[in-house]
C-alpha cells in the first residue's frame, strides 16, 4: 500500500508482551501488510504530562512502569533508536497550530509504547518518537493534536495511539474468573465502530456523554484519548478498518484499527474545520 493509515492500537496488560494471542498476531500480520515506515510516532496512554512532551531521547530505554508481573517480563527490552529529527519537526508543526511543547531527552519508551511496537516489529531497527497525553485537557484537544500531525503520513511517518477500548482497572479485578464481561464492553465496542464506520468524529471526541457504557468503559479517559489523536491524524475523510477485535480479562477490549486518509480529490464533498 503506497501510504500508511493513522493506528489505534491496544497495549492490553503488560502480560499481552508474552501471550500476545489473536490479538497480537492480528498486530503482527497488519504490520507486515504495510509498507515499512521510515519511523513511529506514538502516544501512549501512559505518558501523562502537562503539556504535549515529545520523547526527544537518542536512544531510549525501556521502561518497565508496572509491577507484580512474571519476571520475564522485565528482562525484556525494546531498543528501537529514537527520532531526534522528527521530535523537532512536529515540535514545529504543533507550535504553528498554537500548542505550547516541551522535549524530554531522558524519557525512554513505557510498555503503552513498546508492547504494541514489539509485536509489530520486533527488530526495533524504525526510529520512534514518543508523544505524551494531556488527560484534563479532554479528546478534542487530542483530536486537534492529531490534526496538527496528518501531514506526517507525507514523509512515511506511521503514526499511533496506543489505548484500549475499554479499561476499567477496578473490573478487571473484579471479574478476573467471571464467566462472561459485562454487558457495557460490548455495547461501547459496537458503538464506537458504528461511529468510526460513519466518520463521526464529532459523536467520537462527544463519547462520554453519547456513547452506552462510556463511564464504566472509560472511568477517566486517558485510555481512549489515543484513539482521539489518531482520529485527528486520519484527515477530514477516512476509511476505517477493523483490524482485530476481542476482549481479554473480561473487560478489557483489544480492538485495533486503521484509518486511512481519503486523498481531498477522492472525498465526497468539501468538508469543514472540525467544531464542537
Not at 125 to 153: E, K, N
Amino acid at each position: 500500500m503506497d501510504r500508511l493509515p493513522a493506528l489505534f492500537l491496544p497495549h492490553g496488560a503488560p502480560t499481552f508482551a508474552l501471550q500476545a494471542g489473536e490479538a497480537g498476531v492480528a498486530l503482527a500480520r497488519f504490520a507486515q501488510r504495510i509498507k515499512r515506515p521510515s519511523a513511529i510516532l506514538i502516544v501512549s496512554a501512559h505518558w501523562e504530562t502537562a503539556v504535549p512532551t515529545l520523547g526527544s531521547a537518542a536512544h531510549p530505554a525501556t521502561l518497565h512502569d508496572f509491577y507484580g508481573f512474571p519476571e520475564a517480563l522485565y528482562k525484556l527490552r525494546y531498543d528501537a533508536p529514537g527520532a531526534v529529527e522528527l521530535a523537532l519537526k512536529v515540535r514545529h508543526l504543533l507550535q504553528t497550530q498554537g500548542f505550547t511543547v516541551a522535549l524530554d531527552d531522558h524519557r525512554g519508551f513505557d510498555h503503552g509504547a513498546w508492547i504494541p511496537l514489539r509485536l509489530m516489529y520486533p527488530q526495533a531497527d524504525i526510529p520512534v518518537l514518543t508523544l505524551s497525553v494531556q488527560p484534563h485537557l479532554g479528546p478534542l484537544h487530542h483530536y486537534r493534536m492529531g490534526q496538527a500531525l496528518s501531514t506526517l503520513v507525507d514523509f512515511g511517518v506511521l503514526v499511533a495511539g496506543s489505548g484500549n477500548l475499554t479499561h476499567n482497572l477496578m473490573h478487571y479485578q473484579q471479574l478476573h474468573g467471571a464467566s462472561k464481561p459485562p454487558d457495557y464492553v460490548a455495547a461501547f465496542q459496537g458503538w464506537v465502530w458504528e461511529r468510526l464506520q460513519a466518520s463521526d468524529n464529532d459523536a467520537l471526541v462527544d463519547y462520554r456523554r453519547q456513547a452506552p457504557g462510556a463511564v464504566p468503559a472509560h472511568p477517566t479517559d486517558e485510555h481512549l484519548l489515543p484513539l482521539h489523536f489518531a482520529l485527528g491524524a486520519a484527515g477530514e475523510e477516512f476509511n476505517a478498518e477493523r483490524v482485530y477485535s476481542g476482549v481479554e480479562h473480561n473487560m478489557l477490549a483489544m480492538d485495533s484499527f486503521a484509518f486511512w486518509s481519503i486523498p481531498p480529490h477522492q472525498q465526497s464533498q468539501p468538508k469543514e474545520s472540525y467544531h464542537v
